[in-house]
């Protein structure tokens, strides 16, 4: 498949359907995981194609460190039953070269995809600090640039070589957070790790530290060994298990944080359908990321956008009794219907 096939294109009207995420406009809900879509190459292999049909409708880059890295050595996938386990090990060119080459070329693409917005779609940056000051330095330096409208902090990445993970803890996220979140006025996305005893607790203590929305889940640690040796199969020995694999152990995750918190969530783990679109936006989540699914087919944010379009249009509006919204307790119907109009837009 090709970023050319797929649904039709959307209304002649793409601004009413747009919704608020953090203060930023977006024409719908749909981001992609970090990491799981090179805007770059995709733009070499599609043309302007992927221009007027991009499959999201907020860009998430790759995570950015400090200085350049080269990696886990390989091999670094691994297929699992119903999905991947990779360790990448965060390969980037490092801040500046990544401002000054991959950020104005990102952002070109972007500009062009959503007329009804002057930057195009959304652009947030993915960083990852290996301390707190060296995160404060990534939010500060990418957060004054104009194309940039969000900022994520990855404090869940499972593959580097400290193995230590500043999100499995409340206490250290929320001071990773407090230490940045005088950097930049620009939202700012923590990253949760699925791999924490209290996801939700973690969730708070980011939301108490000043985080304008949270998004999990990332990987879920997991291990392949070589079929004849025994030995670890991944350079980096374990890795993140992503895919529809873990899609179950996402929703639960979801919905525990969407019910502690005020601000948005973005859910993610293991989507490949607008029916899991939908299921993770009843479970609470503001929006949803596709991430595994787009190595299959990378047109698949926006096939799942129609889909989504497609179940939000008639099963919640028909039927409003039925046990949607059961999912994140203690909201009420007429909010719930209110959220999916938020993503679904107006009836045609
Ligand atoms: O690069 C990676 O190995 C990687 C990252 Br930064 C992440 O956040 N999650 C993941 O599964 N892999």
Known sequence: MTATDGPPPDSAHPADRSIGFCGVPLRGPIFNGSGTFDVIAARRAFGDALIERFPFDAFVSKTITLAPRQGNPPPRLWETPAGLINSIGLPNKGLDRF?????????????????????????????????????????????????????????????????????????????????????TSKPLIVKLTPNAADPGAVAVAAQEAGADAVSLVNTLKGMALHPQTGEPWLGGRTGGVSGPAIRAIALEQVAAVAARVQIPVIGMGGIATGRHAHDFLIAGAAAVAVGTESFRDPAAGRRIAGELRELSLTSVSRAPTSTVGRARLGDSEADFLRRMREVSGPRP
Request: glycine share 8%; proline share 6%.
């Open 99 to 183: 401002l000054d080459s991959d950020l104005p070329e990102i952002a070109e693409t972007l500009k062009g995809s959503d007329p009804s917005r002057v930057g195009g779609i959304p652009l947030v940056v993915s960083v990852m600090g290996f301390s707190r000051d060296e995160l404060a330095v990534l939010v500060a330096a990418s957060g004054r640039r104009d194309e940039v409208a969000m900022l994520e902090l990855n404090v869940s990445c499972p593959n580097v070589e400290t193995g230590l993970v500043m999100g499995a803890d409340p206490a250290e996220t929320a001071l990773a957070v407090e230490r940045v979140r005088t950097e």
